[in-house]
């Protein structure tokens, strides 16, 4: 027991140099990682790491995908959803079945069956791979938005279409009705289960507002009670974890500045321990998988050459469904009246294409097939699964990984206009900030008089509501200036709402300002 602590805590040590040496050398942090865990993996007197399935997708899974759920934009979500619906269940769907072909026709022995259980487990992407990437290469926001969209939802759809293909496996037949159903109960069903588990933990911050430790411990709790739930009603445990998290996400609004402030700081500390070690045990996992080769008595060489076409046969099926969204989009928009800035073009489908990486759920779900059929005899192809499972992770994470900056700085985007400049947006906020003070004070004169503060205020506003001045204001007007502060906060919500060309990153910087001045405030 002393030694696995002791093995955590220098691995959480290896993490943290290797971030900090992948920022410098600017490339993403899940590469290097991966490349130090299979080079741990050969190091001589180390122990072996046995991944259980049942860690990543109870303990590693939940937390970050409510994570990535509760902070991304829904509006920008919702102007691209055909795109990001699109790729995260049609491509996946023609994803696996494309590998489950291939690998059919080129693996002496495997089933249609089997190969469609190795197309479910490598046909959902990584973001935080790409995100990783992006932040530190500036790109147009809608392909953040479809990648972070897509990535959210491709991990339920992929594990479906691995589910069933497996119970085919075991049970020797598969049934198209009964399929279509638990399909429609597993994500609707996973859908509405996460959204109520959602409803009542707002419910609880509303009606029993929490100590703010309390309040980010029931953020912690939410997202494995959902998975959980989801799990046992035999639905989707990832959707659970999603919609409950784009729900709660929704209603940040109903806690305190301080919960704000501290959660968003818990939770990006979080992920980013969780990211570290589900990569660095990708590649300490090598060992494992070379060894069960070594038991079945399948060539390296040969198994590589399958997985390296497989990951071929990956990524040009990702490419071409991208470019195919452009037709599309374009004969869409005429149909049904679709924005012409919301059209899909070449740059925007080839990065989109590029950025296929394999992160930790393949694996775990490789991982979780079992060693024997219900019968008692083994599970035939399972090492080879596994093996492709790990090439595939590595190659696209390395490939595209390492090379997605480069094209980035190449190729030149047009100006897409999806949302207002950041000047001019700021300029309204701020603008309208002022307006929204000096509303409240004229609708409130009794809480002015006799007050110079408050005058000041005024004053303060007045001239940035004329001029847009751009200096911040870290004054104390007791109780009403409080109330002013949640009459701005109250605006920038209603503007998030009600202007979708305004980047909702930039209204949540200015929401964050509010919350530190609130806080600021209240500790004078």
Known sequence: ???????????????????????????????????????????????????????????????????????????????????????????????AVGVGLIASWIIPGMTLAMGMVLGG????????????????????????????????????????????????????????????????????????IGIVIGIGFVYLHKVFPAETNVTIVFTLIAPFLMYIAGESASASGVLSVVFGGFYMGQHTKDLDSKARLLGSSVWSNTAFVLNGYAFLLIGLNLREIVNAFESDGI??????????????????????????A???????????????????????????????????????????????????????????????????????????????PLLLKWIHFPKYHDNLDTNEASIVIRKGLAECGLRYLQDHPSDTENDVVLHNIVEHWQALAEECATE?????????????????????????????DIDKELIRHFIRRIDLEEELIRND
């Open 1 to 95: 027991m002393e030694n696995q602590v002791v093995f955590i805590v220098v691995m959480g040590f290896i993490i943290s140099l290797l971030t900090q040496l992948a920022n410098k050398l600017r490339i993403a942090y899940p590469v290097l990682l991966v490349l130090a865990g299979l080079f741990l993996s050969f190091i001589s007197g180390m122990p072996d790491i046995n991944m259980d399935p049942a860690l990543i997708f109870y303990i590693f899974l939940p937390p970050l995908l409510f994570q990535s759920s509760y902070a991304i934009s829904l509006k920008e979500m919702w102007q691209w959803k055909r795109v990001i619906l699109s790729f995260a269940f049609l491509v996946v769907l023609l994803t």
């Open 121 to 192: 487990i490598v046909s959902s992407t990584d973001a935080v791979s790409a995100t990783t990437i992006m932040q530190q290469v500036k790109v147009p926001s809608r392909i953040a938005t479809i990648l972070e969209g897509e990535s959210l939802l491709n991990d339920a759809s992929s594990l479906i279409v691995f589910s069933f293909a497996l119970l085919a496996v075991q049970t020797g037949h598969f049934e198209i009705q009964h399929a279509l159903l638990s399909f429609i109960w597993m994500v609707v069903g996973g859908a509405i």
């Open 299 to 324: 060539g390296i060489m040969e198994a590589t050459l399958y997985a390296l076409f497989i990951t071929l046969i990956i990524m040009t099926l990702r490419i071409l469904n991208a470019y195919l």
């Open 326 to 404: 452009i037709p599309i989009s374009k004969w869409r928009r005429k149909e049904l009246g679709i924005n012409q800035k919301m059209i899909i073009d070449s740059p925007t489908s080839f990065i989109v294409g590029w950025c296929g990486m394999r992160g930790v759920v393949s694996l775990a779900a490789a991982l979780s097939i079992p060693f024997t059929l219900p019968g008692g005899e083994a599970l035939p192809h399972r090492s080879i699964i596994l093996y492709c499972t790990f090439i595939v992770i590595l190659t696209t994470l390395l490939l595209q990984g390492l090379t997605l």
């Open 472 to 500: 911040s204001l870290l004054n104390s007007a007791g109780q009403t200036y409080h109330k002013i502060l949640e009459a701005q906060r109250n605006y920038l919500y209603q503007l998030n709402r009600e202007r979708p």
